[in-house]
Nanobody, 125 residues
Framework: QVQLVESGGGLVQAGGSLRLSCAAS????????IGWFRQAPGKEREFVAA????????IYEDSVKGRFTISRDNAKNMLYLQMNSLKPEDTAVYYC??????????????????WGQGTQVTVSS
């Protein structure tokens, strides 16, 4: 498995930006699809974005398209999520996760078997 640790969360005003980082340990990071998910209070954990092992394929949840950018650096075992034009509805705990299957299931929680502990993002109006 891959061990994941998120950082970079915080409190920001609406319209502001944050950059989340996810540090991975383990030799299989570069061979796995990596994703970002988020969970708001009282809601299910939902998909945000995913990037394939070579970064050749990327997908986003519709509400973050054009505002969020996912990227990875396999040499450093790092995953990033640049979040711009933040909205109060983006408030949630954000998790990075490592996938177990092929790219087809990248938007599904069940396709991931390693999760970080999460980092809180709070957007004030």
């Amino acid at each position: 498995q891959v061990q994941l640790v998120e950082s970079g969360g915080g409190l920001v005003q609406a319209g502001g930006s944050l950059r989340l980082s996810c540090a991975a340990s383990g030799s299989t990071f570069s061979s796995r699809t990596i994703g970002w998910f988020r969970q708001a209070p009282g809601k299910e954990r939902e998909f945000v974005a995913a990037i394939s092992r070579s970064a050749s394929s990327i997908i986003y949840e519709d509400s973050v398209k054009g505002r969020f950018t996912i990227s990875r650096d396999n040499a450093k075992n790092m995953l990033y999520l640049q979040m711009n034009s933040l909205k109060p509805e983006d408030t949630a705990v954000y998790y990075c996760a490592a996938g177990i299957g092929n790219w087809y299931g990248a938007g599904q929680k069940a396709s991931y078997d390693s999760w970080g502990q999460g980092t809180q993002v709070t957007v004030s109006s």
